[in-house]
């Protein structure tokens, strides 16, 4: 999950090289994440499987999976408030 540093904005995704990816949303290179660089990374997780990376990145995209990621990062949110 990656958060802008400038806009309330996560963009969340997944990738085989995540340092790559990073860098390619920080230098515009993602249109539909271009207004909100630069991007800070607040959470990952690492699978053995794409397909069940892939799962679990369809699953925070829902309202279930936004709601338990704030429940997970609970204190990462906090300090905005």
């Given at each position: 999950?990656?958060?802008s540093q400038i806009k309330n904005f996560i963009y969340v995704g997944y990738s085989i090289d995540l340092k790559k990816?990073?860098?390619q949303?920080?230098?515009k290179e993602e249109i539909s994440t271009k207004p909100y660089v630069p991007f800070d990374i607040i959470h990952y997780e690492a699978y053995i499987n794409i397909k069940d990376a892939k799962r679990r990145e369809k699953y925070f995209k829902t309202t279930k999976g936004k709601t338990t990621l704030r429940t997970m990062l609970k204190e990462y949110f906090?300090?905005?408030t």
């Open positions: 999950m990656l958060r990816r990073l860098q949303h920080n230098n906090s300090k905005d």
